[in-house]
């Protein structure tokens, strides 16, 4: 017979214990199952290029309108047009497009940086030129766009190059 002095509140602690184990146990298995998530983005992967596209930002504070060549993107030199549409309230001006650039995510590589420009009067409207695009495939563009040196946020959209 144990003494009297080990059952005291700590009589509780293997209860709590095996608890805490169970817990460990469901978080280990909720992030086992979401695995599987990042495997289904593979079917996001597009099976052809619209003419025109409407992609909303990460963190909701923009959307961007892109208009593709009429042929789709190719395997070369590709110019497209990208509208950006500012959630950030009133101060639409001041939200300029300020980078785009592409990769393939199946191979980690062939990063392309378009060259932003202004087009017409319309700050909002941008040329992007300059997506010389070296392999036919699904690749993934983020067109980053910023009002202010605090405030940015980006917009990716998947895109399939013939
Ligand atoms: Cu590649």
Redesign the pocket.
Known sequence: MYPAFDRGPLAARPVFSRALFALSLALFLALLGATPACVSSAEEVPTETPSEAHYDSVKQRASIVVDFPADGLVVGPNQIRIRVEPKWGDEAAAVQLAAVSGF?P??S??RVEGQVSASGAASESYEVGSLDLS?P?HWQFTAHVVRDATDSDDVTFDVLVR
Do not use: E, I, L, Y
Request: avoid cysteine; hydrophobic fraction near 45%; proline fraction near 0%.
């Open positions: 393939m199946a191979h590589h062939n392999m495939g």
